[in-house]
């Protein structure tokens, strides 16, 4: 979870004034990676999975790192250039977020 953390922090300080980064301390979810971009939700990386255990069901944090770098990437590319908004040639180019989700 501290790696989570770390990385959210590190993200938002490196990208400040270009992606709005918020940290939801009230929700269900313990770890949650939802990103924005032109006002809609384009993908969603979750940090939690359930393990079953012999006696009981354990929730495991993990740290997907890449996942979370690759949907960080996908939403600069959804920043407004000179007020015009996103590249759909270059969107569509590098497999960025045009048309597509991801669903946990």
């Known amino acids: ?9 590190k ?3 490196r990208f400040n004034g270009r992606v709005l980064f918020i940290k ?3 929700g269900d979810e313990i770890c949650c990676w939802s990103f924005y971009g032109q006002g809609r939700k384009i993908a ?6 359930i393990v ?5 069901k354990q929730t495991k ?13 996908n939403i600069l590319l959804y920043e407004a250039q000179d007020g015009r908004g996103p590249d759909n040639a270059l969107l569509e180019a590098t497999g960025g977020a045009a048309g597509r ?4």
Request: charged content about 30%.
């Open 24 to 26: 939801d301390v009230i």
């Open 61 to 73: 944090v993990e740290f997907p790192e890449a996942r979370i770098y690759e949907e960080t990437l």
């Open 44 to 49: 969603e990386v979750c940090c939690t999975s």
């Open 11 to 13: 993200l938002s300080l």
């Open 52 to 56: 079953y255990a012999t006696e009981k």
């Open 101 to 104: 989700s991801h669903h946990l």
């Open 1 to 9: 979870m501290l790696k989570n953390i770390e990385l959210f922090d």
